[in-house]
């Protein structure tokens, strides 16, 4: 939990979203931010469908991606992060920002594809309504998500790393 992550975004996307729990998931990096997060959840009125897992060792964080559907990410910009493919390997469907690498990497850029892109607070509590409120399609998403998410396997990393290599080795020959 950083200022980075730009988390602040989860209770006012929460507010727009009703009769859904939001967990906040990750180890707390910065106290003073964290407990920003929480007043800003009590002043908002979303205490009781925002929650903040802190500490999480691996088996808690599986459980909560089973019980989960949704995957929101709120960090612009980022590189790549594993945490939106790890979320996808687990059937949850990624909502991500409009830049970086979990739209351009892992969304192909494209939307509704393997997820969705937003662009600020309602487009994204626009898109997670519309996969709640349609289970049909959040299923078949869900299921092309895990496919999805097996290309980012360290193996066929190495594989598609090796194939680069043999090409470019066959080039200096």
């Known amino acids: 939990i950083r200022r980075d992550k730009r988390l602040e975004l989860v209770p006012e996307i929460a507010k727009k979203v009703e009769g859904v729990e939001f967990r ?6 910065d106290g003073d931010y964290h407990e920003e997060l ?3 959840t009590e002043k908002i009125g979303v205490e009781d469908r925002v929650r903040f897992e802190t500490g999480l060792d691996r088996r808690g964080l599986l459980r909560s991606l089973v019980e989960a559907k949704v ?11 594993i945490s939106p493919v790890e979320a996808m390997a687990a059937g949850l469907v990624p909502v991500v920002p409009r830049s970086g690498g979990p739209y351009r990497d892992v969304l192909d ?3 509704g594809e393997y997820g969705y892109w937003y662009e600020g607070v309602q487009d994204a509590a626009d ?6 409120c349609d289970e049909r399609l959040r299923e078949r998403l869900s299921v092309k998500c895990v496919e999805r998410s097996k290309m ?3 193996g066929v990393f190495r594989d598609n790393f090796a194939s680069y290599i043999d090409l470019a080795q066959d080039g200096f020959h």
Request: hydrophobic share 40%; aromatic share 12%; charged share 15%.
């Open 127 to 132: 898109r997670i309504t519309g996969l709640l």
């Open 38 to 40: 929480l007043r800003a």
């Open 24 to 29: 906040v998931i990750g180890h707390v990096h």
């Open 109 to 111: 850029g494209k939307q």
């Open 152 to 154: 980012f396997d360290t």
């Open 71 to 81: 995957y929101l990410h709120t960090m612009p910009f980022e590189h790549f992060g």
